[in-house]
């Protein structure tokens, strides 16, 4: 996300599942450019009902596949700390 510490892990969510962006949109009901902005980095703000749906469309796709894998938000992306301590 834009100009923060949160790094977007929800290319390699996708690639791990074997589907495409627009078929995770397509199955989380939520426009193709925000999974693209999140994939990118370029999303300056996710709200808590669009990360909900797709978490439970990564799950649902995953347990179709009949993987026995659950998603969570760190598959979608993680908070980064970039301060360097001196120790």
């Not at 990564?58 to 908070?79: A, M």
Request: charged share 25%; glycine share 4%; proline share 1%.
């Amino acid at each position: 996300m834009i100009d923060n510490n949160f790094a977007a892990n929800l290319s390699l969510t996708i690639d791990q599942l074997g589907i495409t962006r627009n078929a995770l949109a397509v199955e989380a009901k939520v426009r193709p450019l925000t999974i693209n902005e999140i994939v990118s980095g370029q999303a300056k703000q996710i709200n808590f009902v669009t990360l909900n749906k797709i978490l439970e469309a990564l799950n649902r796709i995953s347990e179709e596949k009949g993987l026995d894998k659950k998603y969570l938000v760190s598959d979608v992306f993680e908070y980064v700390d970039t301060k360097k301590t001196d120790n």
